[in-house]
């Protein structure tokens, strides 16, 4: 699915100020960067705009702040590392709007970069006040969202910017609709969709999107044992959502076998690293006991699907995994999808994460830098930051 709004390609932007929504977001250790995938791919649009004599304000949020300014979440160390890794100098301004940025941006000749404060520290940011998104408005020609992570948001930086500017997507946003939306419009078949993570709840769109598209959806996570119980079977003090469970008996009535759910699980008492582990069938659940991964018999099938899958799109943890006790059926999805020859789509968030950690994040198709967003993406919702952009 080509995305059909205006790209950085589709105007002029030599001798032009462009402002640039990115989403460095990045984890932290203190001010250690601890993932820098958030900067690396929004290099692309940051040095086209360069090479083709823009000067370019990247902003962004970072963290949550309260409304106002917070040091651990100034976006230095992003300064830092982006400066190494376009080589030239990337000044940190005091603040995102104001008379010092306004100052240095007019100031600015063709093929520099400089990285606005954190837009977060001023509470109008996600109000998407007016006035805020004039200020950052102020003195740019250009407005550029490459930030896919806060594509959903209708904030100031993301959606009220977009109305005052001539505005265009960058080659991140580009690259997520076309990956995204080629598996939900036209994907290649068998088309999977493996859905894990806690509450069915923060599911049910996706799923109501994509059974009709799919042809095999497994189920995993905390939210499979809200399935399991759909079935009659005993969940013991595993997460359970109540107010899904009816969703969940008719979903596997009418899916006509689409739907995929554990037949073994690993439990124990607590979630804890060094307590006892065992595995037991699906329907055996002992009441004292919580379930934290899918069992290996059940991981074996996912894999076996994943591996022969024409496209794949995952989002969503299978267990624990930040447990190594319960990490396995995450790991066993993870190097499943390495494994696939198909197109293979992580949904970024906790699945994102996973492929990180289990070291295949460079073997899979497309890693979202977006949560939150490809979630709603897949659900069918017109994502703001990308509705308000030109048209094609």
Known sequence: MALDKKTVRDVDVRGRKALVRCDFNVPLDGTTITDDRRITEALPTIKYLVENGAAVVLC??????????????????VALRLSELLHKDVPLMPDCIGPIVDKHVANMKSGEVVLLENVRFHGEEEKNEP?????????KDLYVNDAFGTAHRAHASTEGVARLLPAVAGFLIEKEIRYLGEAVTDPARPFVAVLGGAKVADKIKVIENLLPKVDRLLVGGGMAFTFLNAQGFEVG??????????????????????????VDAVIAPTMSEDGPVTVVDANKMPPEEMGLDIGPRTSQH????????????????????????????????????????????VGGGDSAAAVEKFGVADQVTHVSTGGGASLEFLEGIELPGIAALMDK
């Open 131 to 139: 006035s805020f998104a004039a200020q950052l408005a102020h003195g």
């Open 237 to 262: 003090k595993s997460l359970l959502d109540d107010s899904s469970i009816e969703f969940c008996k008719g979903l596997l009535q009418h899916s006509s076998g689409k739907v995929m759910v554990p």
């Open 60 to 77: 962004s949020h970072l963290g949550r702040p309260k409304g106002g300014p917070e040091p651990k979440y100034s976006l230095h160390p």
């Open 302 to 345: 996912f894999s076996d699907v994943i591996r022969s899958a024409g496209t794949v799109v995952w989002n969503g943890p299978m267990g624990v995994f930040e447990m190594e006790a319960f990490s396995e059926g995450t790991r066993n999805v993870a190097h499943a999808m390495a494994e696939c020859k198909g197109v293979t789509i």
